[in-house]
C-alpha cells in the first residue's frame, strides 16, 4: 500500500516478558539484601530452542555500565539477543549494555532477551553475576510451556503450488500487516506506530491469524548516517527481531517485507522526489537494498518460520514505455528506462537471500504495485532453493479488481505456485470488496493478509482497528468475523 507521512504518535514499543511466561524467583539470603538480583525466564520455547529474557536489578551503588554473565547449563546455544550485545563462549553467556541503558541508579532494573538453540530439558542458569559481582539467585526447574493452544509456526517451503510444513501439511497464510516501521523511523518518530507490545500482538492473534507482515525500511535497517540513531541499526534491528520473537510466540508466521528503500525518482507516479527511503519507489536500488536482505536473510537463516517479502509494490511499468521493458527491469534490474537509479532486480534479490545460505520462503510481487501478475511467470526468477511463491496486491480501486482479471491472470499462476495476496483492502470503509477477495482466495486454497492493523481512517488508508486491543472497524469486522469463521 502507498501511503503518506503518518502524524500518529509512537505509544511505545519496548521488551517485554510473553504471555504465559515461566519466571525463576529471586531469592535472597536472610537478613541482607543482594548486590544485585536477576530473574531469568522463558517467555516461549518449541522443539529445538527458545526466547529467554534477564531482569537485572542493582542493589549497590549507581554504575555507568554493566556487564551480566550467566552459564548455560545444559548445552544451549544463543542465536540472538536483544536490549543488549549479547555473545557467547563456551557455555558462558556475556550480555553487555547498550549505548542507551548502561545507567543503573541503585535499585534500578533493566530488562533485555534472546533467543537460543537447545535439545533435552532446557536447564536453567544457576548462578548469575553483574560486573564480575555474584547475584543472588535461585533457581527452579523449568516447566513446559502451559498453553496447550499455542503453536510454533511452521517452517513452510514450496510443493508445486501449495505452501506445506515440514510434515507435508498444507497451510494457508491469513492474517494483516502491522505497518509503521517502514515510515516512522525515516521520519524521526520512532520505530514503530503504536504499540508492538506482547497485548496487541496476542489481539492479532485473538481474530484467529496466523500471519502478520512486517514493513520494513532499508535505510533504518542499515543505519544510514540520515537516520535517528534510536532508530537506525542495531536498535531497529532488534526492535523487529523483538516483534517476529512476539508474532511467533502467539504462533504466527512473521512476514519481514522491504517497503521503503533509497533511490531518487521523480517521474510518473512518484511518491517523493526525495533519493532517501521516505516513500514507495518504483523499484529496489542497487546502491543498497541487495545489502538489506543480505542482513535480514543472515539475521533470520536459522529460523525458516520466517518469511522474506522482497519489495512492497514494484511500479517499473510507469517509468517505462513498454511492458515488456517493466518485466525485464522487475527480474533483471540494472539501467531501467524512465528510473534514475540503478535497480537491483528481483533475481538480485532472489541471489542476495540465496547467497547467505538462507532457505527460507521467498515471496515476489509482480508490476503495477504487485497488481498485476500478468508475466510473473515467464520473467520468473530463478531460486536454487525451489522456495518462491508468488504476491499480489489488491483495493478495490486497482486495475485487476474483479474476478475475471482474476481468472484471467491469477488462476495461471497460482496454478503453477503458491500464489499469496500480501494486502487486501478497500478506501469504502466497508468489507464488501474484501469479501469478494476473500471467497476467490478461500475457493482456490490461498493466502491473504488484511491491510492495515493500525488505528488510522479511512482519509489516510483502509485501517483494520480502531483500537489496539483488536476493535475493529466496520472494514476490519469482515476480515475478523472470516478469519474467527475459518479458524474456530
Not at 514499543?13 to 519466571?23: C, E, K, N, P, Q
Not at 547475584?135 to 505452501?163: I, M
Not at 534491528?237 to 502467539?250: M, T
Request: some cysteine; hydrophobic content about 35%; charged content about 15%.
Amino acid at each position: 500500500m502507498r501511503h503518506p507521512p503518518r502524524s500518529v504518535l509512537l505509544a511505545g514499543a519496548g521488551a517485554v516478558a510473553l504471555l504465559g511466561s515461566v519466571t525463576v524467583p529471586v531469592v535472597t539470603a536472610s537478613g541482607a539484601a543482594p548486590a544485585c538480583s536477576v530473574e531469568y525466564s522463558v517467555t516461549s520455547q518449541w522443539d529445538s530452542g527458545f526466547q529467554g529474557a534477564v531482569k537485572i536489578t542493582n542493589n549497590t551503588a549507581a554504575v555507568s555500565s554493566w556487564t551480566l554473565t550467566f552459564d548455560f547449563a545444559g548445552g544451549q546455544k544463543l542465536t540472538q539477543g536483544w536490549n543488549a550485545k549479547w555473545s557467547q563462549s563456551g557455555t558462558t553467556v556475556t550480555a553487555v549494555n547498550e549505548s542507551y541503558n548502561g545507567s543503573l541508579a541503585t535499585g534500578a532494573s533493566v530488562s533485555a532477551g534472546f533467543i537460543a538453540s537447545r535439545s533435552g530439558n532446557n536447564a536453567v542458569p544457576t548462578s548469575f553475576k553483574l560486573n564480575g559481582t555474584a547475584c543472588n539467585t535461585a533457581t527452579e526447574p523449568t516447566p513446559e510451556p502451559t498453553d496447550p493452544a499455542q503453536e510454533t509456526p511452521p517452517a513452510l517451503r514450496v510443493s508445486g503450488n501449495k505452501l506445506v510444513d515440514s510434515g507435508g501439511a498444507t497451510r494457508r497464510l491469513l492474517g494483516v500487516n502491522r505497518s509503521g516501521g517502514e515510515f516512522m523511523c525515516v521520519q524521526g518518530r520512532g520505530i514503530f506506530d503504536g504499540p508492538v507490545d506482547d497485548a496487541s500482538v496476542k489481539a492479532i492473534a485473538d481474530w484467529k491469524a496466523n500471519t502478520v507482515r512486517i514493513p520494513l525500511n532499508e535505510e533504518c535497517w542499515l543505519g544510514l548516517s540520515n537516520i535517528n540513531p534510536a532508530y537506525a541499526g542495531t536498535n531497529y534491528i532488534n526492535a523487529v527481531k523483538d516483534l517476529v520473537a512476539k508474532v511467533k510466540a502467539h504462533g504466527m508466521t512473521p512476514v519481514v517485507e522491504l517497503h521503503w528503500t533509497y533511490g531518487q525518482y521523480t517521474g510518473n507516479s512518484a511518491g517523493c522526489s526525495d533519493v532517501h527511503a521516505s516513500c514507495q519507489k518504483p523499484m529496489p536500488d542497487m546502491q543498497y537494498t541487495p545489502s538489506f536482505w543480505a542482513s535480514v536473510a543472515n539475521t533470520f537463516k536459522n529460523d525458516r518460520t520466517v518469511v522474506f517479502d522482497l519489495f512492497n509494490e514494484p511500479y517499473p511499468d510507469r517509468a517505462t514505455s513498454t511492458t515488456t521493458q517493466a518485466w525485464q527491469c522487475w527480474r533483471d534490474g540494472g539501467t531501467c528506462p524512465g528510473i534514475g537509479y540503478e535497480v537491483a532486480g528481483m533475481q538480485d534479490l532472489v541471489d542476495s537471500v540465496r547467497g547467505t545460505g538462507a532457505t527460507n520462503l521467498i515471496l515476489a510481487g509482480g508490476i503495477a504495485y504487485s497488481n498485476d501478475l500478468s508475466q510473473w511467470l515467464t520473467y520468473k526468477p530463478t531460486d536454487p532453493a525451489g522456495n518462491l511463491a508468488a504476491a499480489w496486491h489488491v483495493y478495490n480501486f486497482n486495475t485487476c479488481a474483479d474476478e475475471g482479471c482474476w481468472n484471467s491472470t491469477l488462476a495461471p499462476v497460482a496454478a503453477q505456485v503458491p500464489l499469496m495476496a500480501g494486502e487486501i483492502g478497500e478506501n469504502t470503509c466497508a468489507h464488501g470488496f474484501i469479501d469478494r477477495v476473500m471467497k476467490w482466495f478461500d475457493d482456490r486454497g490461498l493466502s491473504y493478509l488484511g491491510w492495515t492493523w493500525n488505528t488510522w481512517d479511512c482519509s489516510t488508508g483502509p485501517s483494520l482497528i480502531s483500537s489496539y486491543d483488536g476493535t475493529p472497524t466496520a472494514f476490519g469486522t469482515g476480515l475478523r468475523d472470516h478469519l474467527r469463521a475459518l479458524n474456530g
